[in-house]
């Protein structure tokens, strides 16, 4: 059952560059949408917590949910070297159980 | 900044044997969760814990596995009979309760059954 779908990568970019990471989904009652930080063999560390559709930004981080479409996105820029991690996204329905994409390995390079 | 902290950080255990992941939610969280990751996959959902009862939990959560919060601080995960597919990194995670918040994860433990 796959209810998140995330492109495992690697993606690999140069430091400075934009980078787009990106989840699609299959479960329109998901209504909460994160985005975790995972370096390795370390816990997710919690990056955006977004409500519904729409923008957030949090410094170099932007997320956008896409109801319609099911799909978010997170957005880095000015990508650091200490950016290099997997990110996961997440989301809920109203209850409690969270569902987790593969995770995106991401390589800066300096 | 708080946070939440389990131990022990790596566990390895015989086959057969139980085994107690501890945690420690962050103070002032009511929900509380365990997650496995098996190296290379997804993070799957085990568990979840409100008011001293499970809230909900997953198919991989069979008889095998409880939860327990023995006092006011710590949140633990047995698994009576480790089997060698139960090696995976295990996450404890709390959140606030009132309004749909976000989750907190611990470091991990990584448990490794042979």
């Known amino acids: 059952q796959k209810e998140v779908e995330q492109d495992p990568g690697p993606l690999s970019v140069p430091e400075g560059a934009i980078v787009s990471l990106n989840c699609t989904y299959s479960?329109?009652?998901?209504?909460?949408f994160m985005w975790y930080r995972q370096y390795s063999r370390k816990g997710p560390e919690l990056l955006m917590y977004?409500?519904?559709?729409g923008n957030k930004e949090d410094g170099r981080f932007t997320a956008q949910v896409d109801k319609s479409s099911k799909y978010i996105s997170l957005f880095i820029r000015d990508s650091q070297p200490s950016d290099s991690a997997t990110y996961l996204c997440?989301?809920?329905?109203?209850?409690?159980?969270?569902?987790f994409g593969t995770g995106t390995s991401l390589t800066v390079i300096p | 900044e708080p946070e939440v902290t389990q131990t022990p950080s790596h566990q390895v255990t015989q086959m057969g044997q139980e085994v107690i992941l501890r945690c420690v939610p962050i103070?002032?969280?009511?929900?509380f969760y365990w997650y496995r990751q098996i190296l290379g996959q997804k993070v799957e959902f085990l568990v979840s814990f409100y008011n001293n009862e499970i809230s909900e939990k997953s198919e991989i959560f069979d008889d095998q596995f409880s939860v327990e919060r023995p006092d006011g601080s710590n949140f633990t995960l047995k698994i009576r009979s480790t089997k060698l597919e139960d090696s995976a990194m295990y996450f404890c995670?709390?959140?606030?309760?009132?309004?749909?918040?976000?989750?907190?994860f611990g470091q991990g433990t990584r448990l490794t059954v042979v």
């Open positions: 479960n329109s009652a998901f209504q909460y």
């Open positions: 103070s002032n969280h009511l929900y």
């Open positions: 995670a709390s959140r606030q309760a009132v309004v749909n918040t976000e989750a907190f």
């Open positions: 997440a989301m809920k329905e109203g209850g409690n159980q969270f569902y």
């Open positions: 977004t409500y519904s559709s």
